[in-house]
């Protein structure tokens, strides 16, 4: 099993910056790839960022030139910087990573961090 941690989320005016931690525990033979997802109220679960385990990342068009994403491999973990925010990326933030333990491959989710974006 493998347990993902969100940190750094909370309430920030708009076109401020916030900095989201995620943190992977547990018998984790190898990370495939991370990533942060979001999901406003009554909208669909969207992908923001995602890195692969060569550091290949990927980001949503909304997002390109304003967050970053960011992995340490020795700790396990991954970071979302936001900059500039707008009111309509409030949402609660998940961490996502595709995990190797043992020989079962699958994917794993944090619980969420809730990132406010006030105008």
């Known amino acids: 099993q493998v347990q993902l941690v969100e940190s750094g989320g909370g309430l920030v005016q708009a076109g401020g910056s916030l900095r989201l931690s995620c943190a992977a525990s547990g018998s984790i033979r190898r990370i495939n790839g991370m990533g942060w997802y979001r999901q406003a109220p009554g909208k669909q679960r969207e992908l923001v960022a995602a890195i692969t385990s060569g550091g290949s990342t990927n980001y949503a068009d909304s997002v390109k030139g304003r967050f970053t994403i960011s992995r340490d491999n020795a700790k396990n973990m991954v970071y979302l910087q936001m900059n500039s925010l707008k009111p309509e990326e409030t949402a609660v933030y998940y961490c996502?990573?595709?995990?190797?333990?043992?020989?079962?491959?699958?994917?794993?989710w944090g619980q969420g961090t809730q990132v406010t974006v006030s105008s």
């Open positions: 996502n990573g595709d995990f190797t333990t043992g020989l079962v491959r699958r994917e794993y």
